[in-house]
């Protein structure tokens, strides 16, 4: 395509495509793309070298996911995607395009609209998701437009239905029963996210295991630099049992970005780990199996890419940023060479975060920054120049007020020793930019990157670089601590690690809000403050206290922090004087921090370079102090007490334990699908199944519990019980319950409700 550079309309519709080549770069003045019905499966890598795309359309093709590169094509005003097999995860890359006017995603396989819609895409005029799997309510606001939409997702709670905390916690430990006779597939809801299914015959004999979650076990796998922990340390006791077939591990993937990895590992002693390979399902679950149960964990690596150069050379490219390749000659090196490469995104969210504590604004944007051979911690020699081509900062510095594009300079900057010191090495560099690509020629290759700077900071450039890969290389997240109370008990209290996006304050806002419609809100008394920020590491733990006139009555009192999971735990305080309270009692939550993931691979020295962060505090201070509040009139115990049932309540369980000796045991299970929602039918059905394996009544009526719970205290009951049993084929219990609560019976009947 050398020749078409004044091209500016391409149409490739309906050709059968599966792939791109060609040289993309030179169509400098393309602005209209059209790959309508082809056969894409994956987004096409070369198209973010086109820049100046205005419009382009990828209808009716197969692809699954957008890149995070489609932030390059920045002057994008319109993108078609229709008729595709696109989830939510994709939508999320969309987010950060400042200029899309119309943009179509119908068709697709998406489930929800992300909630930060609500404030991204500020030019957008049309916007079509229609013939996705959304929620009801959110397909009827759909059709009513955008403002519609934004409203509604900034008035929703923060994925609710999905989200893990409006659930109550597994225990540390979790005991499952495996059965030599069991004739279908079970699967075990266990600590730390993981779930176990089992096919049948997967035992010769009958086996009880107990699953725990064990957060900061010493034997956990020693990590290196960029590595980090993203599940507590699973161990199944017995240690060892080896399954007659394999079975399933799955845990939901946590949100990584493209530059990592995530890694299961296993163990049988603790000492030796070893990485199993992962199969990722279309539940957005990782799956692993395994035929012998015994220590799992699972942590996150850089995305790391290995090649063998030899005298040919040849053009290495990278699965991380498809603008990143290095040019290698023929002849640059006599030997064969191993080369790892590594390729560490910048998002602008976590540079924000970075800088946010500085003095004065630091205005800069950042280009990805290449590895070669990181561990090694040595530059790889190479006999004639190289080129390494890294794209240009993106031009997120001319969104700051007062910020123009000349008074900015770019920097070549490197690492000389893979160590994280970077330095200023522009007025030494050999490179050009073409095409929105940085052109760098070297010889001696460890880590390099370019950089936009105002012209007052490029003396500090390499240190921006520095505080950077600090924050990677440690797992450094910045976050609030939050603090709630229950609005009907005061002395419940919430804790929960909501992370920063950038200057965002959206997640916390919506946090709360969800948090508040499930009883917990903050207490507002004279401006005290519910929420603080702080540093932390993943995979560090976070500890509370309190303070000296009251008392903690649970025995957990810390969390472990991982990205992008749910990091919220409980406490119950109430004062050492179980007397009346005759005025506002003011305590405090203190906060500590201890390095279990990072202190054994940081250097003291390391660990103190960037300001601010949690370890230049004294382990014998707290880095936080949040206050609560008990208001006077509060008495007893802080403990949660069980409400007294109503009249409609003890007769319903009477109905219950009635219906739960009547039942067999081949019979119950239809009759709870049939009672039970769809979505929540079998996850009820193995729960119950789980915790109470021999007792078949107790197993009915803690399902009927369960369903108690979605309905109101209302007095009708009978009639939605005996519809049940009879779409469950069993008219001999109906003719029983009627003739048992046969004056229910008839104040249902009265009322108009039809009692089969």
Known sequence: MVNLANLKKLYLANNKLEDLTGDFANLINLTELSLDNNKFRQFPADLTQVRGLNVLTLGSNKLKEIPKDIIYLSQLEELNLQNNKLKTASFHQILRMKKIRKLDLSSNAMKDIPGLFCVTLPKLEEFDISNNPLPVPLMKVCRSGIPAIRAYLLDRPDDAEDDPFFHDDLEDSRNIYLFPSSKESKSYRIPSGFRLETPPGAVKKRRKLVATCNPNDPRRPTLKDYEFFQSDLLEFSPLGVVLSKP??????????????????????????????????????????????????????????????????????????????????????????????????????????????????????????????????????????????????????????????????????????????????????????????????????????????????????????????????????HKVNILLLQHKDDCRKLLFDLVQHKGSHKLPLYRRIKAYKEKGYEPFYKDDMPYSADIKIRSGDTIVNEINGKFTMTNKKNSKVFYPDQQNHWFAYVEPKSQENVNSDLTGFVSFYLENTASSEKQSTQERSDLENTPEQKSESNPIEELPFVIPKGTTGSSRPTTAKLSDTQRERRKCFQYLSGKIMSHEWKWFARELLDDDEAENIIDQVEHDHPRDKKERIYQMLLQWEKTVDDSYIYISDLTQALERAKLPWVVAEVKQRFHERVKEECRDGVNVP
């Open 247 to 476: 079975a399933s591990l799955l845990r939901k993937c946590p949100s990584i970005d493209s530059d990592r990895v995530l890694v299961a590992m296993t163990s049988d002693d603790g000492r030796t780990w070893r990485e199993l390979p992962i199969i990722y399902t279309e539940d957005d679950e990782m799956e692993v199996q395994v035929t012998k149960l015994a220590m799992f964990i699972v942590v996150s690596k850089p995305r790391q890419q290995q090649f063998t150069v030899d005298a040919s050379g040849g053009i290495l490219s990278t699965e991380t940023n498809s603008g990143v390749t290095i040019d290698i000659p023929q002849h640059a090196t006599r030997h064969d060479a191993s080369l790892n490469l590594e390729v560490h995104l910048q998002d602008p969210d976590m540079i924000e975060n970075v800088f946010e504590d500085s003095d004065e604004p630091i205005h800069a944007s950042f280009s990805p920054m290449v590895y070669v051979n990181r561990e090694e911690k040595s530059s790889l020699h190479f006999d004639k120049p190289v080129t390494v081509n890294i794209p240009l900062p993106r031009d997120e510095i001319m969104r700051f007020p007062g910020s123009m594009f000349d008074d900015t300079e770019l920097c070549i900057v490197r690492d000389e020793g893979n160590n994280g010191d970077w330095q200023d090495i522009t007025e030494n560099a050999i490179f050009n930019v073409v095409n929105g690509v940085v052109r760098l020629v070297r010889q001696n290759f460890s880590g390099h990157s370019a950089a936009r700077v105002r012209r007052k900071d490029r003396g500090n450039v390499g240190g921006f670089c520095k505080a950077i890969s600090h924050y990677k290389k440690t797992g450094l």
